[in-house]
């Protein structure tokens, strides 16, 4: 129990609230410091300090029962216990080939003080990078079945830090970010604003979603989320203005409760991520640390991979979902032109949009028996695409919408993936767009995250990789379920066609500091047709990027799962641009970020999966950029050829998006790369090893 | 047009309200009359008179939807359609073996006044013992989706009508009936006698359940029901104790709201069930008739059946449901022992409950993943009790409790039927005991209604027969799903073991004129050890019957499954009485009830399916009573064997309930029986026709 300094104060004050025991774990390079203090009258708070700087000043931790009515605030300590860890582990697929799981360990297992005579264990890990603490409930007598009314888990901060936030919601998470001080956050005005979002349920005009990132005046970045959000609710933050501290605020169900939970129980991870550099925060594995190995034995079948799909082409309007209208885009034909581009580009899966019977009524109203995600459109030959596809070694990825009717979905879930199997498919993107059936149930809450897990787990079953749309935000769950390659959970690319506020150029300088924290993105970039044409009446609003840009965020927003989200024909206009794209991995030996601060430019390397080959991806937000970029990632000694594709001098991305430059260099480690990046412009270069 | 007449009476009154225009059906014999009127503001009445008698005083109609934001309740009335309906249909099981349906229709197809344009049909079937009606929605241009917040159809009575109800309550259906004024109707307090009730959802003191009966100071017996609940909610009413006036109020989802509806869209029928005599009460066949035909092409293996079950011997305490208990009653030998004395005595069937793992923690917690339908505990062999139970002519009888957890119901659903057929079971009691999952709804919501629907047609679809517990109250369905045999619905048999009301002997008088009215309900009767013993430290309660009234029941509790609910020791002890239960059929060619009082007595005869046999039960409140019985119902100039289960002159429910007679004589159609029953008695006659 070496680095836990116990400190029995008990000061012979007036005030009976002041200290009386304090607990100090510092992280296993001393950067991080956490102290967890009891007050005389058994409540417990928690402070973390970065480099001796105070990031969360003492701040209360709790719980509150409905039933049993039980309010766990103050506690009597039964035991604190400390350990260390530091291993290595490998994930089967990711941004680096092996991650280090380095951190102190207090345990503080806890009596309530009141008379129910519950147990709690409160455990703090303690890394270099932040803070992970969790509530846990051993089985015991006095405790089995509870509800949960609230968590009382606070974090007061030490100031009026910028804040990069959306607001708190219990059903969406599409919100374009809003830069902010924390006194400014306004969820009400913000969600008023945002009309383009199908279903919103913003409850508090101080209420922020996670992974929240903020900067404080002394220069850290600090960011507050969750980790393993496991059969519980998603966690809201809201801000006492006064004093700058966020409470907890869970996702309710349709009774008003929190969760329903049994002993043995544990909360998700509260995740503190803490740094005095941007680029440590992007490259932090602790969210991921914080959860569970993998449950999957044998993962030899999970693919990272790219792919094309009938999509972006309803969004602009030149097809539908939906027979219907006479414009339904996923017919046989269009979809084998779809299969073809696969083919011919090498990537490994066409995913299909409106392929099958239910899109002429299937949003809005609250209805439950839409989709049976079985029975296809009679202008989509299945058997005929499947063989076809499968002729062109390409797999077609099946596309689950449930308008947000998961009892309906659940009911066909189990064929639905059989079906899947028997057509070759083994990837699913879900969608839950609309109101949730059980009705009353929310996107975020309890039982919603019960069902994405359980997706996540039957898809397993089948061997199928998971891809899911608006489900909860991401918490580091890929570790435990590695099939579930992506979620979107975010706003994605689809906004570049959205009404009012659609995608800003910073937009994707946020996201890796924010949604990406808890994982892989299916935010769909690669869009090359970037201003609005004459056929494209449904659009109203164009893609705020340049071209390059485009190319640079399959780097910058890492997935193991990306989407070349444009049109076929519009590659064809651009196939040497669209060759980085061909190219670029979905999977990683090494990822380091160069560069990089929230709202304004992000500078990431990665090296490829078992090769010599490095990848750098750098954007920027409205304003362009001069880059000075030393190769120093790269081998001594040895030569590589750079490809580089860049914004041309010309290109802006509201005058001249689609003007790009690429170049062939020879370059080694002592390279000095110059590089500009336009307005919303961006850099992607691809580094091959040269031979000897 | 005929029998319509049409009165434009437009009075050049001061008051608009008066009628405009009436609308008068009389139905086929003349003896109930219908009349409509509209007032000059658009808004509709109905009345009902029964051989000229008011029944129903003018009541409005209508319907408030919340989405669009319409109240239904003025039209602009634009057509006006009549038929005569007189037809013959067979029932694939029944009380009879054929059923006339003949009516008179009006259809009023009207257009919403204040200017939604919405169209909706009201649809009236006048029989010659009610009326039926419901409101229908075509497919039209102004409604396709819609929310309905209320429906606003009311039951205007005359008067201060004696009546026999339970409180109206969205989860629970299992109350003792109360007899009382109208005006004396006291829901709250009536619930709060009632701690046996495992989940209650009481919401008004002036509401009641339907089927509910009534009885005027003139003589006519009235209830108030509904038939073909199919995507609605069930209807509760709510008195208005000023006027006597019932108001719909239908049971709410999580969210608030009544029902979702998409055009085409019904509602149920409302039906008013009237009589000067009791008798034709009880032998109604209108709300069949206001079913539709069986869905079911090929019924052959649908067969009404007997069974005995491993049950009754946890309610009373001598074994357990779960296995940690150490009493565990369904394990190999037990359920051996039932199959045994089932082959032996000709039973279908043997229910076991309490076979499969989870019900150690089972109930009251609200918990989602409780059973999973396929896993038996360790004790019990199913392999081998399958086989053993083929050998012996037995089929065993599956039990799915959900414990309300309907979401993990339907996960689970189609595994456990298939697990089924692969144990060769064709027959599932299912059981929702316990708050409702989805969380939030409720027993008797649109939801719940529609899952117990997805049940009848999902086992069906595997050819197993349906005994539904803790569903809504039946309303004729088994008419279109014969496959589903039976329900429970109301206070069974089981509460001869709940403590306080427990179950009277006026109840089983009553349940025919209320509940059953509906449909066949799973009382399990049969009961033969009937008072505490040293043994049965749980019981609480004692059974309040004789044990001829036990047999009685077979007959005056009509249903296609009857259960033998005692312990095969305890029918080893009256092996000559129980010979009724052997020989009782369960399936008839023809039903007559002889006499009848709810809440007093009631004697019925019903002749044996493709026999000469009539077998008869008479019941008795705690009242003792001489029945005078002639048997004119026999075929003249035949003789028949009759063999007479009666209470001994000795017999009373209270302190000799266990003394019968069985006495053996011929008879014919020219016999007049005298028959005493005891106090809480009753009298089971298995009458055989003899060979020329």
């Known amino acids: 129990m070496k680095f836990i300094a116990v400190l029995t104060l008990l000061l012979l004050n007036a005030c009976f609230l002041f200290a009386q025991k304090t607990f100090t774990v510092s992280s296993p390079s001393s950067s991080v410091l956490l102290q967890v203090s009891q007050k005389v009258d058994g409540s417990l708070y928690y402070a973390v300090k970065f480099k001796r700087k105070n990031v969360i000043i003492p701040s209360m931790l709790g719980l509150k029962f409905s039933n049993p009515a039980v309010t766990l605030s103050a506690f009597q300590i039964t035991s604190v216990d400390s350990l260390t860890k530091n291993e290595t582990w490998k994930p089967v697929w990711g941004e680096t080939s092996s991650i280090r799981n380095h951190y102190k360990e207090l345990k503080l297992t806890l009596i309530e003080k009141s008379g129910s005579d519950i147990q709690v264990t409160i455990t703090f890990r303690v890394f270099n990078d932040g803070v992970g603490f969790r509530y846990e409930f051993p089985q015991q007598p006095n405790l089995n079945h509870f509800i949960l009314a609230d968590e009382l888990t606070q974090f007061a901060l030490t100031g009026d830090h910028k804040t990069f936030w959306i607001p708190g919601d219990y059903d969406s998470n599409e919100y374009l970010y809003n830069t902010s001080r924390l006194s400014e956050i306004d969820a009400l005005t913000a969600s008023t604003q945002e009309p383009d979002i199908a279903v919103k349920s913003v409850f508090d005009a101080n209420a922020v979603q996670t992974p929240l990132m903020m900067k404080s005046a002394d ?34 169900d349709a009774a008003g409760n929190k969760a329903y939970l049994q002993t043995p129980a544990r909360t998700p991870w509260r995740t503190i991520l803490i740094s005095d550099k941007a680029t440590d925060i992007l490259d932090s594995k602790m969210i991921l640390n914080l959860n569970d190995p993998s449950v999957i034995d044998d993962p030899s079948w999970i693919k990272p991979q790219k792919f094309i799909g009938v999509w972006w082409e309803m969004h602009i309007g030149k097809g539908t979902w939906d027979l219907a209208s006479g414009k339904h885009a996923a017919n046989t034909e269009n979809v084998k032109r779809y299969i073809d581009f696969a083919s011919r580009f090498g990537f490994d899966g066409v ?11 299937w949003f809005g109203n609250w209805k439950e028996n839409v989709f049976d995600f079985i029975t296809p459109y009679s202008d989509y030959d299945i ?7 499968k002729q062109k070694g390409v797999r077609i990825i099946m596309h689950h919408e449930t308008s947000g009717s998961v009892t309906n979905y659940e009911r066909w879930m189990e064929k639905a993936y059989q079906y899947m199997v028997d057509h070759d498919m083994n990837a699913v993107k879900t969608g839950y767009v609309g109101k949730i059936i059980p009705r009353g149930e929310h996107h975020d809450g309890q039982w919603m995250v019960n069902h994405y897990q359980r997706v996540a787990e039957k898809t397993a079953s089948y061997k199928i990789m998971l891809d899911a749309h608006e489900p909860v935000r991401s918490t580091g769950l890929h570790r435990t379920y590695p099939n579930w390659l992506a979620s979107e959970a975010a706003r994605g690319s689809e906004f570049n066609n959205a009404g009012k ?17 808890g994982g892989p993105m299916d935010f769909t970039p690669g869009l090359f047709h970037l201003q609005l044409n004459q056929f494209e009446k449904n659009r109203t609003q164009r893609v705020r990027s340049t071209l390059a840009k485009q190319l640079a965020l399959y780097i910058t927003m890492y997935s193991p ?3 070349a989200a444009d049109l076929p024909e519009n590659y064809e206009k651009y196939l040497d641009a669209f060759q980085f794209i061909v190219d670029v991995p979905v999977d990683w030996d090494d990822s380091r970020t160069l560069e990089g601060e929230p709202g304004d430019f992000i500078t990431i390397v990665r090296k490829a999966k078992g090769k010599d080959d490095w990848y750098l991806g750098a954007i920027t937000d409205e ?3 001069s880059l000075k970029i030393t190769l120093d990632f790269l081998e001594t000694g040895r030569k590589y050829e750079a490809f580089i594709y860049r914004d041309s001098e010309k290109a802006d991305w ?3 998006p689609e003007s790009y430059t690429i170049e062939k260099r020879v370059v080694t480690s002592k390279t000095k790369l110059n590089i500009w990046l336009a307005n919303g412009g961006g850099c992607a270069i691809r580094i091959i090893m040269l031979p000897k």
Chains 1, 2 share one sequence.
Not at 226 to 246: G, H, Q, R, S
Not at 352 to 357: A, I, P, Q, R, Y
Not at 383 to 389: E, H, N, R
Not at 501 to 517: A, D, K, N
Request: aromatic share 12%; net charge negative; no cysteine.
């Open 219 to 252: 220069g850290l970045y600090i960011s507050l989320h969750e980790a393993a959000l496991i059969n519980y609710p998603a966690m809201n933050l809201v801000l006492d203005k006064k004093n700058f501290t966020f409470t907890t605020h869970l996702v309710p």
């Open 351 to 361: 995913l299909v949009e409106g392929w099958n019977v239910g899109w002429e009524d």
């Open 383 to 389: 058997q005929y695409l499947t063989a076809y596809a």
């Open 501 to 517: 506020l659609g995608m800003t150029p910073e937009h994707t300088t946020i996201l890796p500091f924010t949604r990406l924290l």
């Open 561 to 563: 799962l990306q989407m």
């Open 623 to 625: 304003n362009s950029r």
């Open 654 to 656: 509201e005058t001249n």
